[in-house]
């Protein structure tokens, strides 16, 4: 099967600029996550959906981080203005269901705000 | 390409050795546990899990260890290769919902 597909693999932007991210799940997989991740850490946790519904933001910044999947296939994230500490990777998972099932995750987009 | 860890503490292991990954979960109520493997440049890439009805489970030439009343986790690898060589992550899924909590990672460096 096609795993989760991200785009773009790189963005390099200077600060106040916004930027989006694009994300293809697994077909079939009705929940997906948004994770950042920074260099040397482990992932954290944005906002997950299940189908079109978020059903926890509680970790996005939302005065600039906004995030939709409106047809509970793709999503898109967006950050708008960036900031220099945004700088990381985002990375895109989805899994089958919401109840203790591995996530599969994309290549993420490296992020470089300037 | 890009270093997935910079600073993370390192185990160095012998192509052919096992190697022993350990890490600590935060939530005694955590019920469900994964081991990841990220390559440089690359996504995290599920290896193994583990419900917290088990305290053990093997998979191919990787093995998972669970104690709950250490709130430990340990992935072993047996005979490994220069492919192991990756940034390992565990994670512990919070709240039954796939809310993963992600360790800090441990990388580990194979040698010929």
């Known amino acids: 099967e096609a795993g989760v597909v991200q785009s773009p693999r790189y963005k390099i932007i200077e600060k106040k600029q916004p930027v989006a991210f694009w994300c293809n799940p697994i077909?079939?997989?009705?929940?997906l996550y948004w994770y950042r991740q920074n260099l040397g850490q482990g992932p954290e946790l944005l906002i997950r959906y299940e189908n079109e519904e978020a059903v926890d933001d509680s970790q996005l910044p939302k005065d600039r981080f906004s995030a939709e999947r409106l047809k509970g296939v793709d999503s898109t994230l967006k950050i708008q203005p960036a900031e220099l500490g945004d700088s990381a990777v985002y990375l895109c998972?989805?899994?089958?269901?919401?109840?203790?099932?591995?996530?599969?995750f994309g290549n993420g987009t490296r992020l470089t705000v300037t | 390409g890009e270093s997935v860890g910079l600073h993370l503490p390192t185990l160095s292991v012998q192509e052919g050795d096992n190697s022993i990954i350990n890490c600590a979960y935060s939530n005694s109520a955590s019920d469900y546990f994964i081991w990841y493997k990220q390559e440089s440049g690359k996504g995290p890439q599920f290896i193994i899990d583990?419900?917290?009805?088990?305290d053990k489970r093997q998979g191919q030439r990787v093995t998972v260890l669970l104690n709950k009343t250490v709130k430990h986790l340990s992935l072993q690898i047996a005979a490994t290769q220069p492919g192991d060589s990756a940034v390992y992550f565990c994670?512990?899924?919070?709240?039954?919902?796939?809310?993963?909590?992600f360790g800090a990672g441990t990388r580990l460096a194979v040698h010929p």
């Open positions: 998972a989805s899994s089958p269901d919401l109840y203790n099932s591995p996530l599969h």
């Open positions: 077909s079939g997989h009705n929940t």
């Open positions: 583990i419900r917290s009805n088990m």
């Open positions: 994670a512990e899924n919070e709240d039954g919902y796939n809310k993963l909590i």
